[in-house]
């Protein structure tokens, strides 16, 4: 279906394509990347393939906003993947142990003016923000983050989100496929993602649902995943009759491509990433809210029924962003059914 391309090697290989914002108040860094057939971003470790993603829709631009998250575990970065499409910047990953040289060097390039950090101490260490500072003395960075992942996600809302939380994306937190899908919607659309647990609300998300009016949710995921007795509760706070919608599949893959038919049936641009395992596809939310294209989880070697069904009836497709390497996504894996 489409002419491959591929971008891939060491950090700098997207540089050429992230062009620079322009205007008097310049201060948004996103810029589309004109995809065309099917790209592939692949580092050469999942801190290495964030900063190829990033370079890829991110441009270096006065008062920009980076987002960093621990890219050893998911639910920090869940959060913040929205929150950084919000604020038209990229989502780069750290480990606990140190900031790594490919996430060192993408910040470098892009010298932001801010730097968020999400997620505790137990996941991202003050001396990874001590090395932030050090690398980049001129910018403002600091921390967000609550007692466990649902609160950490409430903090970011109310701290990102201020006058955007009406509306919200509700997810399962204790795994991330279903989350992730509904992270690119929600950055997509300029809203927060809330966690919850399968079957209980977390009181975290319910305090912040009774602090002001919501009217809108979209909970992602079939009821094993977010259960009916959860939608009710969530549902209790919302100031709109019929204001909850569910968008979920049989699976992790059909749920991802259930989210992509509902609201990007017409994208000219899709991005993929394996399902199997999070880190590029965390690394993706923002790339793929920038570019007003879905988020599909592919098992690896092949498309599923749902995921090809979306590819094959989207007419306005014109280019794939693939995400991680071919380990990850085959080389043929959209050509292939499952």
């Known amino acids: 279906m489409f002419t491959k391309r591929h971008f891939a090697g060491p950090v700098g290989a997207l540089v050429a394509v992230a062009a620079l914002s322009t205007g008097p108040a310049a201060h948004a860094v996103s810029t589309p990347f004109v995809y065309s057939g099917t790209v592939r971003a692949d580092g050469v470790d999942r801190y290495a393939t964030a900063a190829l993603v990033s370079q890829g829709s991110f441009a270096p631009s006065p008062g920009s906003t980076v987002f960093l998250a621990s890219g050893e575990s998911f639910a920090d970065a869940l959060a913040a993947g929205p929150a950084a499409a919000h604020l038209d910047g990229p989502l780069l990953l750290t480990a606990a142990g140190g900031l790594p040289a490919a996430t060192r060097a993408e910040l470098t390039r892009l010298s932001p003016a801010s730097v968020h950090v999400v997620g505790g101490t137990d996941r991202v260490p003050d001396a990874v923000l001590t090395a932030v ?186 280019g794939v962003l693939v995400v991680g390497d071919s380990s990850a996504v085959a080389d043929d894996a959209l050509e292939r059914a499952c």
């Open 133 to 318: 500072r050090a690398l980049l003395p001129s910018a403002s960075v600091d921390r967000t983050a609550g007692p466990d992942r649902y609160a950490t996600a409430v903090a970011v809302a109310q701290r990102f989100f201020p006058t955007r939380q009406a509306s919200f994306v509700l997810a399962r937190g204790d795994a991330f496929p279903d989350a992730v899908s509904g992270a690119a919607l929600a950055g997509w659309r300029g809203e927060p993602l809330l966690l919850t647990a399968p079957d209980r609300l977390p009181e975290a998300v319910a305090t912040w649902l009774s602090a002001a009016d919501r009217s809108r949710a979209t909970v992602i995921g079939s009821t094993e995943s977010v259960s009916a007795a959860v939608a009710d509760r969530t549902d209790l706070f919302l100031t709109s009759a019929d204001a909850l919608t569910r968008l979920a599949g049989q699976d992790r893959y059909a749920t991802s491509a259930a989210v992509a038919q509902a609201v990007h049936a017409q994208s000219p641009v899709a991005v993929v990433a394996t399902g199997r395992t999070f880190p590029d596809a965390l690394a993706a939310v923002p790339a793929a809210a920038v570019n007003s294209a879905p988020l599909l989880l592919v098992p690896g070697d092949c498309a599923p029924d749902p995921t090809g069904a979306y590819l094959e009836g989207n007419g306005a497709l014109r």
